[in-house]
Structures are given as C-alpha cells and as structure tokens.
C-alpha cells in the first residue's frame, strides 16, 4: 500500500503564490510518474501536471507558465509551485501516484487533497 500525505494549501490573494507539498510512505522501490489533479465545486476532478522518473514534465494548458511540478526521488515527494494564481485556480488539489512498484505488485494512489482558495 502507498499512503500520501498533502500539505499546504490554505487562503491566498490573486497574484499570490503558494507551494504544494505531497509525500507518499509504504514500502516503495520506486514511482514512475507523480502528479497533482484538482477538483472545483460541480466540476469534474482535471489534471494539473505529472512529472516522471526521469524528470520530464508536463502542465495543463491552464496553469502552464504560473505552476512548476518538481520532485524529490529519494524522499518520493512531489511539489507544486503555484505562482500568479488566479481565482480560477481555487479548488481541491489531489497528488496522484502511478505505477508505484512494490515489494510483489504495482500500485497507483490518490491523497486525501487540499483545499487552494484564492480571493479576487
């Protein structure tokens, strides 16, 4: 099993910035790609960004040039820099893991999500 663990989140003004954090525990060998999805009110849950093993990334059309997806393999965290966020940005953010490899299988995991409110 991987457990995620998000922090974070929390109440900033239009043109602020926050920083994303998401740490996933269990006894992992290795994740092959790490993201962050988010959920507004009456929307459907969209993805954000992924980043891979190797490093590359890839962003929503949406937040591209504001948000940066970075990752720590050793400590199998992922970040989300948010910058120049808009109210727009306001929603539940999920970090996503797939293809964590395990002792005896592969597994994909969401966290428990945190809440991104930005004032206009």
């Known amino acids: 099993q991987v457990q995620l663990v998000e922090s974070g989140g929390g109440l900033v003004q239009a043109g602020g910035s926050l920083k994303l954090s998401c740490a996933a525990s269990?006894?992992?060998?290795?994740?092959?790609?790490m993201g962050w999805y988010r959920q507004a009110p009456g929307n459907p849950r969209e993805w954000v960004a992924t980043i891979t093993q190797g490093g590359s990334t890839n962003y929503a059309n949406a937040v591209k040039g504001r948000f940066t997806i970075a990752r720590d393999t050793a400590k199998n965290s992922v970040f989300l820099q948010m910058n120049s966020l808009k109210p727009e940005d306001t929603a539940v953010y999920y970090c996503?893991?797939?293809?964590?490899?395990?002792?005896?299988?592969?597994?994909?995991?969401w966290g428990q999500g945190t809440q991104v409110t930005v004032s206009s």
């Open positions: 996503r893991v797939q293809r964590a490899r395990l002792q005896y299988s592969t597994t994909n995991a």
């Open positions: 269990g006894n992992i060998f290795s994740i092959n790609t």
